[in-house]
């Protein structure tokens, strides 16, 4: 069984910083892609970032410039530097990742429980 555990979210104000982390755990052979989504309530959820096992990364038009999202291999971790926050980045934001589990036969994606980011003055 493999988890991902989000720490992070909280409440800051417009124009601050925050910092997403997300640990994988469990019988892990290899991760593939790791992201960060995000849902907003009311809205569909979206990606954000993602980064590749080899780093490069992909980003939300929304967020370019503001959002740095980087991964440490040997701790199965990926990050998410957000700076710069606006209202509209409130949501709940989710950790996915691509993984071989050990003995299984296949990549499978999984999804972390989500971490509440609220930006208000």
């Known amino acids: 069984q493999v988890q991902l555990v989000e720490s992070g979210g909280g409440l800051v104000q417009p124009g601050g910083s925050l910092r997403l982390s997300c640990a994988a755990s469990g019988s892990i052979f290899t991760i593939n892609g790791m992201g960060w989504y995000r849902q907003a309530p009311g809205k569909e959820r979206e990606l954000v970032a993602s980064i590749t096992v080899g780093g490069r990364t992909n980003y939300a038009d929304s967020v370019k410039g503001r959002f740095t999202i980087s991964r440490d291999n040997a701790k199965n971790t990926v990050y998410l530097q957000m700076n710069s926050l606006k209202p509209e980045d409130t949501a709940v934001y989710y950790c996915?990742?691509?993984?071989?589990?050990?003995?299984?036969?296949?990549?499978?994606?999984?999804w972390g429980q989500g971490t509440l980011v609220t930006v208000s003055a």
């Open positions: 996915n990742a691509n993984v071989y589990a050990v003995g299984s036969d296949r990549f499978v994606e999984v």
